[in-house]
């Protein structure tokens, strides 16, 4: 007779059956050095390594290189298709290195942007039916196209608008005087700084804008001015009047109105930048562009302050109307361009994630003619110089664009179909409302909603392998709202996630952020097998942070099992150049308490530096999860704070 064991006597057994057999860290496999090696050449480039990523926008993903080298590195351990958890899916990353090995995958996330993404992401369709849809969508966008930004070169010969430069203008709260509030002297370079032309286009602090030679000091030929073209206009955000008083920017932001100055006109093969010429004006503030849905209003909040301070009090601000009115007919043309829901819902992906260039906000790149994204950075840009994108794109230039979102998609098909062998059966997004239930034959199962409830059984996860939002670096919630607001989704209760936000006190650092880590980490040890293993990665520079993550660890029932430095992050970012900033992860190897012995596993670096000592102070503490002594967090705090990488300035 068949006896069917209840998983919780399954696990008992198992565990009495392995009772002296100690259980040792993955992170034994790991080549430390060969993965950062992979990792910083990823980082540098991730669509490239990486093309389904591009399918929806997210913030601070980690590599492929250094997740598919732990999900290798447990492979060695655990020769079967594993059943992969991610409480904090976001980017994307990891649950796409585990199916292209052919592992199942639960992926979770408290966002609905990236659980919508996700879905989209894992379940594209064929390559070729993505680039059929974007064929039938160019055809309707030809026309479109040519009336908002048809337009003739200096020469005569046809071209489009590809982007339209506005300068934000405001009164002088001393004298009232309107003026143009440029925030350099040098407006754009004509050709990219490697090219070694000099000549660009230039304003005086009056605000006349001309071309001149940006190597020497010009003068204005309205004013006479002399011009340094390396001049800063709006140091700190503020800004000298003609008439000698200086405001922040912030307090003529009841003023503040946009002139458009510049035009970029291109076609496959040339590129010109221009005064714009009458038509090219009435074309961009024509009264035909009546946008028909609001976007919401933008709530007070890290980093949303910045924009509040300025102006901005709805989304809808962001966006020139000639944009939101484009965007708004694109997408309901998107609905049209395929029978197949999930090609839509994948084009649509693509349209959406062009809006995160917001012409109010998009930043230029003077030196090399290209447009940022208004939530680069991991901040909203403010800038007073913002330039506003042809939506369709063209062929010779513009980055963000549907055209080139669309054609990234077809790319990011192509890859994963090559990899996958098969279209992947994909669930969802399910809500966390529904039902525990195993996942059976589905080759992914997307979760939005926090993971402090996950619908999986009991023990029944091989590997948790997550990358948890790092206390307050990043604010997903804020930075996706205007993705949300474009994609319907902006009315998610997002007060759960796990990011402590000092402007609105939600969860302010007194102990909630590391409550919900804790209940998060209990439900990810609740679902995890005898023998799992849960691994993550995690970077900061401030001991609080470590201190909530290690107690929150400590509390769910679980052990440290090992760790290891590695690298994550592009170092040759412009916001990470000269300043102490975290390049390198700690990866965090845990398993559920219980009477097993341990092999625990430490970092192996070959190079000591103010960061790896750091993380290896870190390190020692974290061996101790499990069995940390009462009153450990304030030696704790006090040995980082005294380590090169918190204690002193960079030379």
């Known amino acids: ?19 002296g057999e100690p259980l040792c860290s993955p992170l034994r496999h ?6 950062s090696a992979a990792a910083k050449v990823e980082s540098r480039n991730r669509e490239v390594h990486l093309p389904p990523v591009s399918t929806y926008r997210w913030w601070a993903r980690r590599t492929a290189a250094v997740n598919g080298a732990l999900l290798d590195a447990f492979s060695c351990d655990v020769e079967q298709r594993l059943l992969v958890a991610d409480m904090f899916a976001g980017g994307g990353v ?54 908002a930004y048809g337009t003739l070169f200096s020469n005569g010969s046809k071209a489009l608008v590809s982007h339209t430069f506005r300068v934000a203008t405001a009164e002088c709260t001393s004298c009232g005087q309107r003026a143009r509030m440029f ?53 700190r955000r503020s800004i000298t009047c003609e008439c000698g008083h200086i405001d922040r920017l912030s307090d003529r932001a009841g003023t503040w109105a946009w002139e458009v100055v510049l035009v970029e006109r291109a076609t496959s093969k040339r590129r010109e930048l221009d ?34 301070r300025h102006g901005f009090t709805s989304w809808d601000q962001l966006y020139p109307n000639r944009q939101r009115v484009l965007l708004e007919r694109m997408l309901e043309r998107t609905a049209k361009c395929h029978e197949d829901p999930a090609v839509v819902r994948a084009v649509s992906m693509a349209v959406v994630g062009s809006t995160e260039m917001a012409g109010h906000l998009s930043r230029w790149d003077r030196y090399y003619l290209k447009s940022y994204e208004a939530m ?92 948890p939002p790092y206390h307050d670096d990043v604010q997903y919630a ?39 880590l804790t209940r998060i980490f209990s439900e990810a040890r609740r679902t995890l097998r005898s023998d799992g293993h849960l691994i993550f990665s995690y970077a900061n520079r401030s001991p609080e942070a470590w201190i909530s993550v290690l107690g929150a660890l400590q509390r769910s029932g679980l052990r440290a099992a090992g760790c290891e430095i590695v690298h994550s992050e592009n170092e040759t970012d412009a916001a990470k150049r000269n300043v102490r900033a975290c390049t390198l992860d700690l990866i965090l190897d845990l398993v559920p308490v219980g009477n097993r012995p341990l092999k625990q596993h430490s970092p192996r670096v070959p190079q000591q530096t103010p960061e790896t000592e750091f993380l290896l102070a870190v390190s020692r503490t974290f061996l101790e999860v499990g069995q940390l002594p009462d009153g450990w967090e304030d030696g704790f705090k006090k040995e980082l704070r005294e380590t090169d990488f918190i204690g002193q300035r960079p030379q």
């Not at 714009?276 to 933008?298: F, K, Q």
């Not at 980093?303 to 509040?308: F, G, H, Q, S």
């Open 275 to 308: 005064v714009p010429t009458a038509d090219e004006l009435e074309m961009a503030n024509a009264e035909r562009w009546l946008p028909d849905r609001s976007l919401g209003d933008i709530p007070d909040g890290q980093e949303t302050r910045v924009l509040l």
């Open 183 to 235: 925030p350099h002297a040098l407006v754009t370079l004509l050709t990219r700084k490697e090219r070694g032309g000099v000549q660009a286009w230039l304003a005086c602090r009056q605000g006349h804008l001309f071309q001149g030679d940006s190597s020497t000091k010009p003068s204005c030929p309205v004013c006479q001015v002399v011009v340094d073209p390396k001049a800063n206009y709006t140091p």
């Open 1 to 19: 007779m068949t006896v069917t064991l209840t998983p919780a006597v399954a696990r008992q057994r198992e565990e009495e059956s392995t009772a």
């Open 478 to 516: 804020e930075l996706s709202t205007p993705l949300r607001a474009w994609a319907r989704l902006a009315d998610a209760d997002l007060s759960a996630e796990a990011v402590v936000n000092a402007a609105t006190g939600q969860l302010v650092d007194d102990g909630a952020y590391e409550d919900l």
């Open 94 to 147: 990891i649950p796409l290195a585990a199916v292209v090995r052919g592992h199942q995958v639960y992926a979770q996330d408290l966002n609905p942007w990236p659980a919508t993404g996700l879905t989209a992401m894992l379940a594209l369709p064929a390559a070729e039916e993505l680039k059929a849809a974007a064929d039938a969508l160019e055809q309707w966008a030809e026309d479109e196209t040519k009336s």
């Open 30 to 35: 790991l080549d430390p050095e060969a993965v």
């Open 376 to 467: 680069a950075g991991h901040r909203f840009n403010l800038t007073t110089l913002a330039v506003e994108p042809n939506v369709w794109g063209t062929a010779g230039s513009g980055r963000g664009t549907v055209l080139r979102r669309l054609n990234q998609l077809v790319k990011a098909a192509t890859w994963l179909h090559a990899r996958t062998g098969r279209d992947l059966i994909v669930e969802g997004p399910l809500q966390t409302s529904g039902k525990v239930s195993p996942m059976a034959e589905c080759d992914v199962r997307v979760v939005g909603g926090s993971s402090e409830r996950m619908l999986l059984p009991d023990g029944s996860v091989h590997l948790a392998l997550t990358d």
